[in-house]
């Protein structure tokens, strides 16, 4: 299964909205996963289940979708918050990721 | 708290075997599935494979079947990635995950461990 990300960019100003999506080449319904990665440090798990959040995980962020539309919106971006974002689906063998989505000061 | 453990960076020759190790603490080893993700620099993630440290069954993808052997010792909480011949374009981050199930019974990568770097070179 594919997953295509989009933008492969977003310049956001801090406090600002992003709206990153994930498009799956075929249904998943539900099992998508979200990760987070800033420069030289490991992925960390943000969503599961498309819309299951983490545990600690800050209420501005929000996962959504099923089947093949995927959706990531952080509200009010902070600091810690730039950097690489992936999705992964689990519903078929192998696991996929999709190509991420940059998220960069504006 | 949940933490997993990977050896330290490697530089190898093409031709040369490695195998770098991932010791998970914090947790009852054998409760999560043990998976192994590859970066690229620069590049996306891909999804190697798995090992069930109960039973040490594995599971992996065809793009590195017969290319890796990924093993797991619950004695000591490790598990292991394998080369028996590493080539240039091995050379890559390498991430030793838990693959936890979901309420439906799928499984997602939960935890992360901070990474192997695998240098391959002449």
């Known amino acids: 299964i594919v997953l295509t990300q989009s933008p492969a960019t977003l310049s956001v100003s801090p406090g600002e909205r992003a709206t990153l999506s994930c498009r799956a080449s075929h249904t998943i319904t539900n099992n998508l996963a979200w990760y987070h990665q800033r420069p030289g440090e490991a992925p960390r798990l943000l969503f599961y289940?498309?819309?299951t959040s983490a545990t600690g995980l800050p209420a501005r962020f929000n996962g959504g979708g099923s089947g093949t539309e995927f959706t990531l919106t952080i509200t009010g971006l902070q600091p810690e918050d730039f950097g690489l974002y992936f999705c992964?689906?689990?519903?078929?063998?192998?696991?996929?990721f999709g190509q991420g989505t940059k998220v960069e000061v504006k | 708290e949940v933490q997993l453990v990977q050896s330290g960076a490697e530089v190898k020759k093409p031709g040369e075997s490695l195998t770098i190790s991932c010791q998970g603490s914090g947790y009852s080893f054998g409760t999560y599935l043990i998976g192994w993700v590859r970066q690229v620099p620069g590049k996306g993630l891909e999804w190697m494979g798995l090992?069930?440290?109960?039973?040490?069954?594995?599971k992996y993808s065809p793009s590195f079947t017969g290319q890796v052997t990924i093993s797991a010792d619950r004695s000591i909480n490790t598990a292991y990635l394998q080369w028996r011949s590493l080539k240039a374009s091995d050379t890559a981050m390498y991430y030793c995950t838990i693959q936890k199930a979901s309420p439906t019974g799928y499984y997602y990568v939960a935890y992360w461990g901070l990474g192997t770097l695998v240098n391959v070179s002449s």
């Open positions: 289940g498309a819309s």
């Open positions: 992964q689906q689990y519903d078929n063998w192998p696991l996929t």
């Open positions: 090992v069930n440290p109960v039973d040490s069954s594995t």
